[in-house]
């Protein structure tokens, strides 16, 4: 029988020792950065879940073009030619490539934009929130299109993963470069560049996949793809994994790993690139498995999280699920 759970991290009279055990580890993992879910929002993470920040560019009058997998324009903050300002792909920031390197949310674009305070851009945002808001419906068939091949990576991308991980887990002052923001512990860092899942790249984060590298200008949160294609994150840990956690993202995984979620046998930490980008191609890996979703606690990743569960049902032993908040820049 598959259930989905909302939790908090609290004991649950109803599970058994390990399964309540690996939710108080992950309670502890929210506790190093990522907060539990809140009943009553503030009104200004509210905004930031209902307000597009592609709309609310295009209600100042930018003209904004497709490139890849975002969207960008002529940067609003510096004059320029050439389009160097793009948005996130879950449209909640935007960050400027050229001239004046300008990266921020909705909040901080108003407050920019119009020269006002805080309070002063969260009045302004009250009052174009109805022009802006994100599509709302949740539409299973747009999360079901058919997957792209898997990337098969060559023997020179190969070696550049190796290398990226091997310069990482050799320099323990970078280990504590990456950990310290966030709190981590630089052997988790150090530990995961030993196990091949990340390394370092010309000056940024890598993430090492088993298709692919994305890289991550550390500490701030500006990702790309180097080459390849996505899939799960380290999931060559699950093949002997009775319980899967499954985050948003790499940085959540880390924190549950931080926390010592795996010291306990039969357990995998493991990543999808995104709130909905979990494929059904990946589901029989996850068969007769426990799997606790730990998506962040927004509107992206509780649709995700949902869509997910859906997808999931037909193969895993079981379902909870963990709200995660926003951790540090993620």
Not at 132 to 160: C, F, T
Not at 187 to 214: D, V
Not at 225 to 251: K, L, N, S, Y
Request: charge should be neutral.
């Amino acid at each position: 029988m598959n259930i989905v759970e909302q939790t908090d991290g609290n004991v649950d009279s109803n599970r058994t020792p390990q399964e309540n055990k690996c939710e108080v580890i992950a309670a502890s993992a929210q506790s190093k950065g990522a907060s539990g879910s809140n009943l009553i929002k503030s009104p200004s993470k509210q905004l930031k879940e209902e307000i597009s920040f592609s709309r609310l560019l295009q209600l100042d009058g930018h003209q904004l073009k497709k490139s890849g997998k975002r969207l960008g324009c002529l940067c609003p903050f510096h004059n320029e030619r050439t389009p160097s300002f793009f948005i996130s792909e879950d449209d909640t920031t935007g960050s400027c490539f050229g001239q004046c390197g300008w990266y921020g949310d909705i909040f901080e674009y108003e407050m920019k934009k119009r020269k006002v305070g805080f309070f002063e851009a969260l009045q302004k945002l009250q009052k174009k929130r109805d022009k802006v808001l994100r599509d709302s419906p949740v539409n299973l068939d747009n999360y079901s299109k058919k997957p792209k091949l898997e990337h098969r990576l060559s023997n020179d991308e190969h070696k550049l993963m190796e290398v990226a991980a091997q310069r990482l887990s050799d320099d323990a002052w970078l280990c504590g470069y990456i950990a310290k923001p966030r709190g981590w512990q630089p052997e988790t860092i150090q530990n995961l560049a030993k196990e091949g899942s990340l390394g370092w790249h010309r000056g940024a984060l890598a993430f090492l996949y088993p298709t692919g590298m994305k890289v991550r200008a550390w500490p701030k949160k500006i990702i790309e793809w180097e080459f390849g294609t996505q899939t799960i994150w380290r999931r060559d840990r699950m093949e002997m994994a009775q319980h899967v956690f499954v985050t948003e993202g790499e940085t959540d995984s880390i924190s549950l790993l931080d926390a010592g979620i795996e010291e306990d046998a039969g357990v995998a930490v493991v990543c999808v690139p995104g709130a909905s980008a979990f494929q059904k191609a990946w589901c029989p890996i996850f068969t007769g498995k426990a799997v606790t979703l730990c998506f962040d606690n927004d509107g992206a990743g509780e649709k995700g999280a949902r869509i997910t569960a859906d997808f999931l049902r037909p193969y895993a032993k079981e379902i909870f699920a963990v709200n995660f908040g926003e951790v540090g820049n993620e």
